[in-house]
């Protein structure tokens, strides 16, 4: 009997140790897991804070410069490509055109986003109206050059299509260069970089076509 109530009182005081054992842990884990979530609010506020604060990056008149004439120049460029499907006789040439337009669609985008997000005038699309900006930029068609190329067809729009678009890509590359000399703001400067090595691979295809017709 003895026996009998020793081993009862030791289980009872060994269910009483382990339920202490229980809510001491987990008085233990809160404790710690407040501490934790305070570390983690801790670290992660700098991270915040940096981002709230974060700054885009810096540009100047010249990247201003760039972007307003470049999506100007880009413009009339695709209006000359959207002429192609109707009016040349090569599907070379048509095939061309759809890259040139591809290439500049999204790069005038992109211009737009920077003028906009510098607090800057997004040029007004002047496509298809009389608006001679010839001299304004290097390698602009006048409107009577846009007028002819308009009228032409066949064979003969093929070989104005082509002298026209080599002369507008060395205007755009004279102005890439331009903006690498002077810019600052880093993501312009890499996409005058493109428009060089884009522009200048076209220009000789350009040549080359020239050459067989």
Request: hydrophobic content about 40%; glycine content about 8%; overall charge negative.
């Amino acid at each position: 009997m003895t026996a009998h109530r020793t081993i009862i009182c030791r289980t009872a005081l060994a269910a009483t140790t382990a339920v202490a054992a229980l809510v001491l842990t987990a008085c233990s884990d809160g404790a710690g897991g407040g501490h934790d979530m305070g570390s983690m609010e801790s670290d992660s506020s700098p991270t915040a804070t940096a981002t709230t604060s974060a700054k885009p990056g810096d540009h100047s008149a010249a990247d201003v410069s760039f972007s307003t004439e470049m999506i100007r120049h880009h413009r009339q460029a695709i209006e000359m490509a959207e002429l192609a499907d109707s009016h040349a006789s090569s599907q070379q040439i048509k095939d061309l055109a759809t890259k040139i337009k591809g290439e500049q669609d999204p790069e005038i985008k992109t211009m737009s986003g920077w003028l906009t997000s510098w607090g800057e005038a997004v040029p007004e699309d002047m496509s298809g109206m009389e608006h001679d900006t010839s001299s304004a930029m290097p390698g602009m068609m006048s409107s009577a050059d846009m007028d002819k190329l308009k009228k032409a067809s066949g064979g003969d729009f093929d070989a104005m299509f082509l002298t026209m678009m080599v002369q507008h890509h060395e205007g755009a590359i004279e102005m890439a260069k331009t903006e690498r000399a002077n810019g600052t703001y880093a993501p312009a400067k890499k996409l005058a970089d493109t428009v060089v090595t884009a522009q200048s691979a076209e220009i000789e295809q350009m040549k080359q076509m020239l050459d067989k017709s």
